[in-house]
């Protein structure tokens, strides 16, 4: 699903039941940006992702006939195209988008696999990969500078100017 400046894109898709209602829980990666996030002038703002249903099996866009839909604020941030985790809701007996919730964190998230189980499967657990946008140091023999990765996890190569070593 998306809208004009924001995407949710779909890695895992579960079913199971609530209070005897058949929900669909859609989970992924959330991201927004409000104009270029490398211009150098932009600032993060929130903007909006949008679900659209209702989904059916004949029409598995959501798009066809009278189109609902949901919308759920996700930061927009500066040129890493940071990731939040996200889950969408869909009522699974009408197609019918429910609500979104995402997980914020710094860096990148990515999911992987989704599962919903516990007691009564009221709990949801997601996995996936993490980019951090922070840094981490290491003493290396060789290092290859690479720059402009996704959730800004960048590598920078330096020489200590006391050990003549290089620092990643």
């Not at 579960?14 to 209070?19: H, K, L, M, P, R």
Request: hydrophobic fraction near 35%; aromatic fraction near 8%; proline fraction near 4%.
């Amino acid at each position: 699903s998306s809208s004009p400046n924001g995407s949710f894109t779909a890695q895992s898709v579960v079913s199971t039941v609530v209070n005897g209602k058949s929900i669909v829980v859609i989970g992924g990666e959330m991201w927004s940006f409000d104009g270029n996030p490398f211009a150098e002038d932009f600032e993060a703002t929130e903007d909006e992702v949008t679900l659209k249903g209702p989904y059916t099996s004949s029409d598995t866009t959501g798009m066809g006939g009278t189109v609902s839909e949901i919308h759920h604020d996700v930061e927009a941030y500066n040129g890493t195209r940071s990731y939040e985790m996200g889950f969408g809701f869909v009522d699974g007996d009408t197609g019918q988008p429910l609500m979104m919730v995402s997980i914020e964190g710094n860096g990148t998230q990515y999911m992987n696999a989704m599962a919903i189980g516990g007691p009564g499967k009221a709990s949801i657990v997601a996995g996936g990969d993490y980019a951090p946008s922070g840094s981490m140091i290491a003493v290396t023999k060789v290092c290859t500078e690479v720059l402009g990765v996704e959730g800004g996890a960048n590598t920078t190569c330096t020489v200590d100017e006391d050990t003549g070593e290089i620092v990643t």
